[in-house]
């Protein structure tokens, strides 16, 4: 049946279902988003109006109200910089200057980037390797468990000076260094999904292999991967947002002039705040951009794999 030949009631039916759905996806996220919006504007006016009002003061401007409440909005270094300055000079960082330019975001976000992708690759081979072992040995989940869950215990602003005197020692010095930090922070949650997932399978089917004559190599490859896919993908989706902030992260005691870091940490020294938080606003879209490609990875594995 075509949409010419549905009669009105069932159009009207049609249109109002598209409809409620749109609403019932957008609208949370929409209102939430312009709540977050208001708040951070409220905040702003909060903290900037000190400020504001003793530069009028220092300058011995006459003033109002309104100029001050402007002010806040518009302070060339505030404490809390307004929406629309971020924006601005998130635009400005992206769109004002070539790309491969020291003062433009996409070329810090690309020498954040090739850290963040070599990391999880690290981190996701390791991860899947652990939860292998850990699957096939008892002995192994005894031991190794314990000392998965405690690396994870001691926070990577302590151990990444470490991680990248003690490299530097031996010769590795770079983009290799850092991805060993993001690897460090982005194995702990594929090695622990993938470890739930490869036990997923009920016992039973397990059983059910083992009186086929299957060996461990056909029972992980026809029974447990098909299993664990799903939680792969989970975790995979958190681990590449910890690889991207283990990246950000091994760039701050480097001292480095390159990445999303090295633009923190020098809008920290400087007290430039605008271009902290554009620089923190390049890593969000950055991660959801991973997090988007994972995802799209993810659909076209499932339909692979039959799955709807």
């Known amino acids: 049946m075509t949409s010419s030949s549905l009669t009105l009631p069932a159009r009207r039916a049609t249109f109002f279902a598209a409809r409620n759905a749109i609403v019932e996806r957008y609208v949370p996220v929409a209102t939430m988003v312009l709540a977050l919006i208001a708040i951070w504007y409220v905040a702003a006016v909060a903290m900037n109006w000190t400020l504001v009002r003793d530069g009028f003061e220092r300058e011995e401007t006459p003033y109002t109200v309104s100029d001050v409440l402007a002010g806040t909005m518009d302070a060339e270094r505030p404490l809390l910089p307004a929406p629309h300055q971020v924006i601005n000079a998130f635009v400005d960082g992206v769109f004002g200057y070539p790309p491969l330019a020291p003062r433009s975001l996409i070329y810090h976000s690309l020498v954040t980037l090739s850290a963040t992708v070599l990391g999880f690759i690290l981190g996701a081979l390791f991860g899947i390797a652990l939860a292998l072992l850990i699957v096939h040995s008892r002995v192994l989940e005894r031991s190794l468990l314990p000392w998965i869950i405690c690396s994870q215990m001691v926070p990577v602003l302590a151990l990444a000076p470490i991680f990248i005197v003690v490299l530097g020692a031996v010769g590795l010095q770079g983009l290799l260094p850092k991805s060993i930090i993001s690897a460090y922070l982005c194995f702990f949650p594929i090695a622990i999904g993938m470890v739930k997932g490869f036990t997923s399978p009920d016992p039973l089917q397990i059983e059910l292999m083992r009186t086929w004559s299957a060996t461990s190599r056909q029972v992980l490859w026809k029974l447990r991967w ?83």
């Open 226 to 308: 098909p299993s664990g896919v799903p939680y792969l993908f989970a975790s995979l989706k958190v681990a590449i947002t910890i690889s991207l902030v283990g990246a950000i992260v091994a760039e701050l005691p480097t001292g480095g002039e390159a990445g999303i870091g090295a633009r923190l940490l020098s809008g920290s020294y400087y007290g430039q705040t605008i271009q902290l938080w554009a620089a923190l606003v390049a890593a969000a879209v950055l991660a959801s951009a991973l997090i988007g490609i994972v995802g799209l990875i993810e659909r076209g594995v499932n339909r692979r794999m039959g799955a709807h």
